[in-house]
């Protein structure tokens, strides 16, 4: 008889460790996947822009995960069990985390909608597991609801803990560090070389693409892992059936997705929808400071006009409203323009785009022959902003046409500063540009052409537009 207690003790001592092994594997699989996948989903509004190709494939995977919870998650966990509907979720997990590598539309969205899929089945494989091994723990007891609950809490700390990791790790990997600049004296002066020296003056912080390989490549090394460990340690469970009645298996499984369809529809349970918003519509809010800290910060480029002698942006005001725009957390530019003297279109706004990279959200700041080069490249591309100095042209010159109204729709907001005792661009062509594009008008009769050390009416103009105290 006690040989007979000894050995019930060294089964229930055993079956506990058990119960405790594949819990922490569940919990750690889920840190791992969810560490991924909602650090990249917090990324997209601001890493994959491009024709909102990362927004999309969110919106795409939420959307097909409440497809297949609605009608094929109970099918699948009879299928595959329990221990592969999760693998099989951290594989769809990885294939879209991947993707983010090489963000076409095509691939985005075909791989959103395999996450999606096999991430509603893993979540439903995930709380049926934890919910057996409440039980498994709790049969000899009265308590297996407090089991189940405290299961459960566990497993959702686990859970909420992969906020954390997630962007922890984007944080470190994109934080921007700072570099020394070596200077050589040698090709100062009269030996300064414009190609040598602008990336210097240009302080954007882009990030590259050996930055995002990196990034994605870390956040998939650490889905593979979990999956290695997951399908070595994790025990296979499924719900009690005949293993060789396929067709009850397939009657039960179209049931129970009857079943959830109609569960679906009830009043009671329509009620918790709104509950399921509200508890983490908070979760916008949290991301949204992120992604606005972490690659959001507001971009104003800004071009200088044309001067017959070189280095015309290290005077007047162009590099004080560099400084002063950093001061309120800006990403402020100020480089020097290639053809300075002669300011060509078929120069300056290839370079604007393809060597600036000038984007939809940024805020471009033009001054004479700069103000009609931000015009012209409004033409082409749509622009936040555009503040306008001493901006002119010739009316009668067919090479100054300009399409006013495709720059109307282009730009956000346009503003212009304009002074009546200008001698180098007449006032009424000024005023004609802001009835042509509606833009707001500031017009003085003592700034001359603007060639001041000092513009502070365009920091006060950039902090009312980003809404900057």
Known sequence: MPEK??????????????????FGMICFAYICAFTSLQAVTSLQSSINTDKNVGLNSVAITYGTSLVTS??????????????????????????????NMYPKQWLMYSTAVICGSLRACMSMAQNSYVAALANDESENDDDAEIKTRKYFGIFLTAYQSAQIWGNLIS???????PKTTNTNSTQCGANYLTSEHQMQDDNRQL???????????????IICVSIVLTIIFLVQRRDNKKEDDSQGLLRKSLNHTLSTLK?????????????????????????????????????????HGSAIS??????HWYKWLQTELSKLDIDALAPAMPDERE?????????????????????????????????????????KGLILVSAG????????????NKIKSNAQWIEQFHSSDDPFTPVDSSRHIAKEVQSTYHEFNDRNHFLCPDFPDIINVIKRHCQLS
């Open 310 to 315: 070189p280095g015309i942006i290290n005077r």
């Open 70 to 99: 609605l009608l094929f998650t109970t099918s699948l966990g009879y299928i595959f069990g329990y221990k592969w509907s999760i693998v099989g979720g951290q594989f769809g997990i990885l294939v879209y985390v991947a993707s």
């Open 5 to 22: 207690v000894q050995h019930e003790s060294a089964n229930n001592k055993g079956k506990r460790d058990s119960t405790k092994r594949n």
């Open 263 to 303: 569960t679906a529809i009830n009043p009671n349970h329509l009620l918790l929808i709104p509950l399921g918003f509200w508890s983490f519509s908070s979760d916008t809010f949290f991301m949204r400071a992120f992604t606005n800290h972490q690659n959001a910060k507001q971009r104003v480029i800004i071009i």
């Open 393 to 404: 042209y010739d009316k009668n010159d067919k090479n100054q046409l300009y399409n006013w």
């Open 343 to 383: 300011a060509k279109d078929s120069i300056w706004i290839p370079y604007l785009i393809n060597n600036l990279n000038v984007k939809e959200n940024d805020i471009l700041v033009g001054h004479s022959s700069g103000a009609m080069a931000i015009l012209r490249l409004c033409e082409q591309m749509k622009i």
């Open 207 to 221: 990030i590259s693409q050996k930055t995002i390989y990196i990034l994605y490549s870390i956040f998939s090394g």
């Open 171 to 177: 944080y470190l990997v994109l934080r921007n560090t």
